[in-house]
């Protein structure tokens, strides 16, 4: 039982473009959802994340919305680069005990020059 | 201010060998976790301590399986027996307390023929 789901698999966007990934989760009590880029051979590195306290967060050319009844959140990339050509993964974890992070399977991004 | 540091970055071993791979957490994280990634999968957790004590493991480790953090600074994960499933990278993470972000290191990268 997948309790992130994540969308698209993989995403191709133009250079200057909007990238859009999608998340959506089932555990109601699931508290705070970051999202982590990840580069060929490397670990996982925090890129932004948000609580359900609030609908929308930016840092950046990234930014979080969120949907508290519908279960979602997604991560807007602005102005996409060939750098931010990576792997993306949403992730959402409880407050209170280990708070481990469950991960979605994650969005392969290419970004064309 | 060093980050999360894994050693070592890759490993290849037979099927049958025991492995033991080392994560020193960022100074003053007193939480740590250890994921599995397989590729194209998102990081899976597989045990958690805060200082020295482990208290949480997930399914996923095996009696195969043992992680220590003696002393609450840096933690081993060892793999008895190694099996070809066992094939991935192992990722480990650090918090501080108080604090929501998990910062992985870069990965060991565990090859089983």
């Known amino acids: 039982q997948q309790q992130v789901k994540q969308s698209p698999q993989s995403l191709i966007v133009q250079k200057g473009g909007i990238s859009i990934i999608n998340c959506a989760y089932e555990?109601?009590?699931?508290?705070?959802f970051p999202w982590y880029q990840q580069f060929p051979g490397k670990g996982p590195a925090l890129l932004i994340a948000?609580?359900?306290?609030?609908s929308e967060k930016k840092e950046g050319r990234f930014t979080i919305s969120f949907n508290k009844s519908a279960k979602q959140f997604s991560l807007h990339i602005m102005d996409s680069q060939p750098g931010d050509s990576a792997t993306y993964f949403c992730?959402?974890?409880?407050?209170?005990?280990?708070?481990?992070?469950?991960f979605g399977k994650g969005t392969k991004l290419t970004v064309n020059p | 201010d060093t980050g999360v540091s894994q050693d070592p970055r890759h490993k290849i071993t037979k099927r049958g060998q025991n492995v033991t791979f080392r994560c020193d957490p960022i100074?003053?994280?007193?939480?740590l976790y250890w994921y599995r990634q397989t590729l194209g999968q998102g990081p899976e957790f597989l045990t958690y301590?805060?200082?020295?004590?482990?208290?949480?493991k997930s399914r996923l480790l095996s009696d195969r399986f043992s992680a220590e953090r003696p002393k609450g600074s840096f933690s081993t994960l060892e793999i008895q027996r190694t099996e070809q499933g066992d094939s991935a990278m192992y990722l480990c993470?650090?918090?501080?307390?108080?604090?929501?972000?998990?910062?992985f290191g870069p990965g060991t990268r565990l090859t089983v023929l």
């Open positions: 301590f805060q200082n020295e004590a482990q208290l949480e």
């Open positions: 948000i609580r359900p306290d609030v």
């Open positions: 555990n109601t009590a699931f508290d705070y």
């Open positions: 993470a650090s918090r501080g307390q108080g604090a929501n972000e998990q910062f």
């Open positions: 992730a959402a974890s409880l407050q209170g005990g280990s708070e481990k992070l469950v």
């Open positions: 100074s003053e994280h007193n939480r």
